[in-house]
């Protein structure tokens, strides 16, 4: 891992720790044991016919608009529209849409176009952003 040449703002930072959070649990936020498999709440809310892609497809939109405001440039945009309008009309189709979007985690691809942007993508802190625990709320055995 390399360091960053530049520290970034610090509000630049919050957004990037709150949009990372937000793609991990879209994307990556529950593991099937024993596997590598990881999904999170875009597939769940797939399941959802009808709305439960357009709602992740809203959540996404936020992402889009948290890069805007970072000052991403047109194209970086339009890449993560891309990825996210791909994510929702693969996500439609029934059944087949709710396994691809187990596999295609748009949320996290355009978390790493913003990171990217910055130059994190392949930092220390990149890397934190990207694999960021989330709490475990598993019930303790005794």
């Not at 497809?57 to 608009?65: E, F, Q, R, S, T």
């Not at 295609?104 to 952003?129: C, S, V, Y």
């Amino acid at each position: 891992m390399k360091t960053p040449q530049t520290p970034l703002h610090p509000d630049h930072v919050r957004r990037l720790r709150r949009v990372s959070r937000l793609a991990r649990l879209m994307d990556t936020a529950i593991r099937i044991p024993g596997t590598g498999i990881r999904f999170g709440g875009d597939s769940v809310l797939g399941l959802i016919p009808g709305i439960g892609d357009l709602a992740g497809g809203a959540i996404g939109l936020y992402i889009v608009n948290e890069a805007r405001q970072l000052g991403l440039p047109t194209s970086k945009i339009v890449k993560m529209l891309g990825n996210l309008g791909l994510d929702v009309v693969i996500g439609a189709v029934p059944l087949a849409g709710d396994v691809a979007d187990v596999f295609f985690k748009a949320h996290r691809r355009n978390l790493n176009i913003i990171l990217e942007h910055f130059g994190e993508a392949d930092t220390d802190f990149g890397e934190k952003m990207r694999e960021r625990p989330m709490k475990d709320t598993t019930p303790k055995r005794r």
